[in-house]
Every structure is written in C-alpha cells, then in structure tokens.
C-alpha cells in the first residue's frame, strides 16, 4: 500500500468539512420533515455485515495477495537460475497481479497492516533510485538478509518495478538479463526483494486468518474480551472511515499530485505511483475496487446484509448517491488511457474528470454514507507509517 503521507492540518480541515456538510444535511433533512434522528437497525444485522466484510473481502483479497506474491517470488527466482530461459514477459504481468490486491487492500488497512508495518515493507514511494542504483552497483550481499537491512525505500514492490520495466531503454533490459555480475547482481536483488515481499504479504494473512493470528474473529466479533473493538458500531465505524481515507488518498495523492491539484496546475508525471510500468490508472482502479468491495460486502455482486443495505435501510437515498459516486468514479478513471504520463499532457481535462469524480465519491461517503451509520469522521491509525 501506497505511503499516506501525514499532513495533519489537511486531515483536520476534512474533518472540519464533514461535520459542516453533516450539520448542513442534517438541517436540509428537517426542512424536508424527514428528521436526522438515528433509526435503530439490529444490532444482528449489522454484526452479519461486518462479519461478512471480514470472510468475504478481507481475508480473500489477503490470500490473493499472498498466492500472487508467491507466483511473483518464483518467477524471480527462475529469473535468477535460468536467465536464458526466463519470460520476463510473464514476470512482468506477474508483478502487476500482486499489484491488484494490493491496492485494493487499502481499503482495511488497519490492525495488523499498521502493526506490520505492511506500507512500508511492500510499497514504499517513492523508490530511491539514486541509493538503489549504489546498492547495485557495490560489492554488498545481495541476499534476503541484507535487504532487510536497507530503508524500505530501496526495496519493495517498487524496486523490482524499476528494475522489471526499462524507461524506454533498452539497456536496461539487456542488462538485467546480461550474463555479466552486473546482470546477476540485479536479477539477484529483483529475487530477494520478492522473497521479502512475499513474506510480508504472508504475515498479513496469517495475522488475519482464525487459525494463526485471529485478528478477523477479533474484528468481526466485536464485544468479546480480546475484541479489537467494543461494539459492533465501532467495528463499522473502522470499515467506513478507511474508505473515505482511501478516497481522498486516491484522489489527492495518486492522482491529485501528478495532476497538480495543489501546485496551481502545475503537472508532474513523476509524482505518479507507478510511472515506469506504466500502471497508475490501473492502481487507482484497484484502489477504488477496494471501496466498492467493502462497501457491498462482496468481492462480486452485492452481499446481503452489507454496508450498502444497512445505510439504504437508513437512507435509500444515501445509498444510490454512493453507488452512483462509486460507478462515476470508475467510469471517469476508466476514460484515462494509460500510460498516465501521456494522458496528464494530451487529455489533462479527462484526468481533471476523473479527480472530480474521486472528490465528489469522497464526499458523499464522508457525509451521507457516515452519518447515515451514526458514524464519526476519524482518521486512520496508518498515518506517516
């Protein structure tokens, strides 16, 4: 997952934000003689939604990870036993299949993500080119050990990344293959960095999972004495705040930066996540698929119940204003053709769409999806991580 930088004042002005838009519909709804008192649901329906979130999108998306990073790791390895015979074509598709649930695991990244550090030890961005190139180009084992020891910006998902897709040079792929120590010594770093993130993507699922760490039946199961949370409210309070972080995480960070939403429209292409596979659409889909599942309870389809129907028992019209913020979002980031770097100088006004599109989502979930819920806006406990 992607670095969330921390940026408190932004943070508070968000939360500033949503209690004024909250207050303001709030009111609007007394006008309308439709009241902003909270409608008690089950408290049974609502603890079947939140276990059905944990069983039916938390932990398959972690055992996608894990299963996709295992393929990765291999092929990287076969990469370093056989060079020759290696597809890198393959290997390259395969580093952008961890990519997915990775991306999409933003969407509950908290327990075990934050205490793992997972950020850091799968994702960290930016890469340090300059230090890896040094790393590269020194006499210095190579091995897993060894990486563990350098600064997670110099290893990671990002790292096999620069070195898995040439900027337009075919140098750089020649050398990867190159029978030559400069060759193995990338191949071998490419290898152990996979190996180091396949075993972070392993600790995630197995502090998940009941049968290893339990933090699922800890989560899903709330009010018990080990519980992570004391209701079942709180449980869902956690679920919806990490989607409105990831929203504004979407729409700020991955696309706003490169977009120049904060520098007066000054683009930036570098700012992007995943410039050099030319994956940045893809991530921020992924991402955005993240929301979707957590909210519908359902990695396909809809669940019953879920976060959608309990807030359309709440607030039918919260709910279609959701879905629809969810579909336009997609619709808008579908419209940017990768590569990103192209479509920031020849179609600007298709990614300035698609970040409007990203903001308006990000508003509907932290007023009208919140408040239906009886929820409060918090902040993420991955912050700076």
Avoid at 41 to 60: C, F, H, S
Avoid at 226 to 252: F, R
Avoid at 275 to 298: C, H, K, P, T, W
């Amino acid at each position: 997952m992607p670095h969330l930088p921390d940026n408190s004042r932004a943070r508070s002005e968000l939360e500033k934000q949503f209690q004024i838009q909250a207050a303001r519909a709030c009111w609007l709804a007394a006008l309308l003689a439709l009241g902003c008192a909270p409608v008690a649901l089950p408290d049974g329906e609502r603890r079947v939604a939140l276990k059905g979130a944990t069983e039916q999108v938390i932990l398959p998306t972690y055992q996608e990870l894990s299963a996709r990073s295992d393929e990765l790791s291999s092929l990287l390895e076969e990469l370093v036993s056989s060079p020759a015979e290696a597809d890198l074509e393959a290997t390259r598709r395969a580093y952008l299949d961890v990519r997915a649930p990775l991306q999409e695991a933003g969407a509950f990244a908290f327990g075990p993500a934050v205490d793992l550090h997972s950020s850091a030890a799968l994702d960290q961005s930016p890469l340090d080119v300059a230090k890896l190139d040094a790393e590269l180009a020194s006499d210095k084992e190579l091995t897993v050990a060894a990486l563990r020891k350098l600064g997670a910006n110099k290893r990671g998902l990002h790292s096999i990344e620069y070195l898995l897709f040439p900027a337009d040079d075919a140098e750089l792929e020649a050398a990867l293959l190159a029978d030559d120590a400069s060759g193995e010594r990338r191949r071998q770093f490419a290898s152990s960095a996979a190996q180091i993130v396949a075993a972070s993507a392993h600790e995630l699922l197995d502090a998940w999972e009941p049968e290893n760490g339990g933090f699922a039946r800890r989560f899903s199961e709330p009010g018990a004495p080990d519980s992570v949370s004391g209701s079942v409210q709180a449980g869902l309070d956690t679920l919806l705040n990490e989607t409105v972080v990831l929203t504004e995480l979407i729409a700020n960070v991955k696309l706003g930066k490169p977009l120049g939403a904060d520098t007066g429209g000054k683009i930036d292409p570098a700012a992007q996540e995943s410039e050099r596979a030319g994956a940045s659409v893809s991530d921020m889909l992924a991402s955005l698929r993240g929301i979707r599942n957590v909210y519908f309870g359902s990695r396909e389809g809809v669940a019953e119940p879920s976060l959608s129907t309990l807030v359309h028992a709440k607030n039918a019209a919260a709910d279609v204003h959701a879905r629809a913020a969810l579909t336009d979002a997609e619709a808008a980031l579908l419209a940017i053709p990768e590569p990103l770097t192209d479509a920031l100088l020849d179609s600007p006004v298709t990614v300035q769409a698609a970040y409007d599109s990203l903001k308006a989502l990000k508003r509907v979930l932290a007023t009208e999806v919140l408040s239906s819920l009886g929820a409060s806006l918090k902040f993420s406990d991955n912050d700076g991580d």
